[in-house]
């Protein structure tokens, strides 16, 4: 295990439902990370929190809204996803949000729009 | 912005065979990562160079930055079924305290046995 968990695992959602995705960090990091996975497009960066401010929103569309409350927790809330938005959602952390630090992820929620 | 390319995409290979990918950034790097994510796993991390020319190795597993450090190479002697899965690289590049890290498009490998 990384130290890093995610849940749930697996989420079904329709169109108009409200989702939030969880991820906790029990390294002592103080940079997380969210990417999307999907097959078009590898390993997509979408939020930066450096110490619980963002630092680096990657043009991600409203409906997906992050939150980090401190620097062990890090959501993902979801509201009127479209089914392109089906991926696999990975959480990341570091020690910094510097290039050189070792990012360590968690195992990711499997995410299904219909 | 900041681009890392990886080839070749998929790679199918005996067992037993080498496999090599090749990363290949658009601008100088200040260190690169590799990274292996397992069929239906997650990405962990397996090494990090930073010196200019800089070869490391791990088992089967040869690690190379390149001298002009915009590109990269992972090498496995060998291969085993083991070793499946997906290899990314993942550049770093900034100023420091304003560094990024960006991902490569990765490579998949298959083994067959």
């Known amino acids: 295990e990384t130290g890093v968990t995610q849940t749930p695992r697996h989420l079904v959602m329709g169109m108009t439902n409200k989702k939030s995705l969880k991820c906790e960090q029990h390294l002592g990091h103080n940079a997380m990370y969210w990417y999307k996975q999907s097959a078009k497009k590898p390993l997509e960066l979408m939020f930066v929190y450096n110490f619980k401010e963002q630092t680096e929103n990657n043009s991600v569309p409203s409906r997906f809204s992050p939150e980090c409350p401190n620097s062990s927790h890090l959501f993902l809330h979801l509201h009127t996803l479209q089914p392109e938005d089906s991926a696999l959602y990975l959480c990341?952390?570091?020690?910094?949000?510097?290039?050189?630090?070792?990012?360590?992820f968690g195992p990711g929620t499997r995410l299904l729009v219909l | 912005g900041q681009q890392v390319m990886q080839i070749p995409q998929y790679q199918h290979v005996q067992e037993g065979e080498d496999f090599t990918t090749y990363c290949n950034s658009s601008?100088?790097?200040?260190?690169i990562q590799w990274y292996k994510q397992r069929p239906g796993g997650h990405p962990v991390f397996l090494i990090q160079l930073v010196k200019s020319g800089e070869v490391k190795k791990q088992k089967r597993l040869t690690f190379q930055f390149g001298e002009a450090k915009k590109n990269s190479s992972l090498h496995i002697t060998a291969t085993q079924t083991t070793d499946v899965g997906t290899y990314f690289c993942a550049g770093g590049k900034g100023n420091f305290g304003n560094e990024k890290l960006t991902f490569g498009t990765g490579t998949r490998l298959t083994i067959i046995p």
């Open positions: 990341a952390s570091s020690l910094g949000s510097s290039g050189g630090e070792t990012q360590y």
């Open positions: 601008t100088t790097l200040s260190n």
